[in-house]
């Protein structure tokens, strides 16, 4: 069974431009979770889908955007990039099961490493 | 106040001794999950052990076992006989769940950097 699946794995940008992140999750998972990691906050959490539409949202600018499409893979956009956006981002996949459960478990990917210089 | 508080920035500990991370939550729901993570240098996120809240026995997955105190809200991870592969970041995670249904989003702990001794 393939894991979650995130492109591109390391990315280089200059501040003012956008980036578009790409996430692929485990098949039959519905749910597919976003978080920033940098070394000062930790994992902060972006936003989570489920079935197309934005479930739970962060605390993040309105520069961070995020969709999932009907097959569930998602992206995120970030636009006009200033250099505390460099981080690890990680997409998370969950079946998306209507309750607490154990089976509701995150599976991340690899993450995609920005920079921006 | 943080949901989710790791007091450990790191930890040592001897290959072949047991060694616990500390994690303390916070939340008002009775409906709630915990889990732990680990993160190697590599960075991917590992998932370790999941406890319910409503779960009567404190959850194990081989060496790894959950101290769950649901009165002090702790649920430490306890690792038994450590080995240099479990030399990695390790978050403690929670996710509470909604009124009516449902649940909200996983706030994760900052970490512990637990490094394994030769």
């Known amino acids: 069974k393939a894991g979650v699946t995130q492109t591109p794995r390391y990315l280089i940008k200059t501040r003012g431009q956008q980036v578009t992140l790409s996430c692929s999750p485990i098949?039959?998972?519905?749910?597919v979770s976003w978080y920033q990691q940098t070394p000062g906050q930790g994992l902060q959490f972006l936003f989570e889908?489920?079935?197309?539409?934005?479930?739970n949202k962060g605390n993040f600018p309105g520069r961070f955007s995020g969709r999932q499409f009907s097959n569930s893979r998602s992206e995120m956009n970030v636009s006009t990039l200033e250099l505390g956006d460099s981080a690890l981002y990680l997409c998370?996949?969950?079946?998306?099961?209507?309750?607490?459960?154990?089976?509701?478990?995150?599976?991340f990917g690899a993450g995609s490493r920005l920079t921006v210089l | 106040a943080q949901k989710i508080t790791q007091t450990q920035p790191g930890m040592f500990v001897q290959e072949k001794e047991a060694v616990t991370l500390d994690c303390t939550y916070d939340t008002s729901d009775p409906s709630y999950g915990l889990f732990w993570y680990k993160q190697p240098s590599s960075g991917e996120m590992i998932f370790l052990i999941y406890q319910g809240s409503y779960d009567q026995q404190n959850a194990t997955e081989g060496r790894y076992s959950l101290n769950f105190q649901k009165a002090r809200k702790s649920a430490n991870l306890v690792i038994s006989a450590s080995q240099l592969g479990d030399s990695a970041m390790y978050f403690c995670?929670?996710?509470?769940?909604?009124?009516?249904?449902?649940?909200?989003?996983?706030?994760f702990g900052i970490g512990t950097k637990l490094q394994v001794i030769p």
């Open positions: 995670a929670m996710r509470e769940g909604l009124e009516g249904g449902g649940y909200q989003k996983v706030t």
């Open positions: 098949s039959g998972h519905r749910s």
């Open positions: 998370a996949s969950s079946p998306g099961l209507a309750s607490l459960s154990g089976a509701n478990v995150l599976t």
């Open positions: 889908y489920f079935s197309e539409t934005q479930r």
